[in-house]
């Protein structure tokens, strides 16, 4: 499953939800700073917590440098 995301780093606390932009994106908002990976790394965990999945099984195709990114879901 391929889908597009908007990354919110520095965020109160970690959440899965709502949507912003056209096309719609979801909003991942994660505590962790965007330094050396580490929204990136939060991210996954998070989307992997609301999916149900392991975090190894979801990975980012586009965008790892940026805000808006594609992920994909095995």
Request: glycine share 8%.
């Amino acid at each position: 499953m391929l889908i597009e995301i908007r990354v919110r780093p520095n965020a109160n606390r970690n959440k899965v939800g709502g949507t912003v932009g056209d096309p719609p994106r979801l909003i991942v908002a994660v505590q962790a700073p965007a330094v050396d990976g580490k929204a990136n790394d939060a991210v996954l965990k998070e989307l992997a917590k609301a999916f149900g999945v392991k975090a190894r099984d979801i990975s980012i195709v586009q965008g790892e440098l940026a805000r808006d990114k594609r992920i994909v879901i095995d």
